[in-house]
């Protein structure tokens, strides 16, 4: 492994198996991993809601994480926040 990655971690949409339709409900997962070949699952991401898709995170200057995502039983509306 390269001396520069010590540990990542990845959000992604969680769900139990492929649809062939939109229908069910959406969650997204954080996993980790410190070498990028085996990932551990870490938590469901507690989120507005059983329907949200599409995470995106941005690392603040201060240090802190924001996500957005669309949450699909809102009237798929963009939300964020602050994650540990």
Known sequence: ?????????????GRPSAHRDYGGQR???HYS????????????VPVSSDY?????????????WWMWFKDERHDSETRGGRQP
């Open 52 to 64: 949200c898709i599409d995470p995106t995170l941005c690392r603040r200057p201060d240090g802190e």
């Open 1 to 13: 492994m390269p001396a520069a990655i010590t540990s990542s971690s990845l959000l992604c949409r």
């Open 27 to 29: 969650h997204i997962v």
């Open 33 to 44: 991993s410190d070498d990028l070949d085996k990932w551990k699952f870490e938590q469901r």
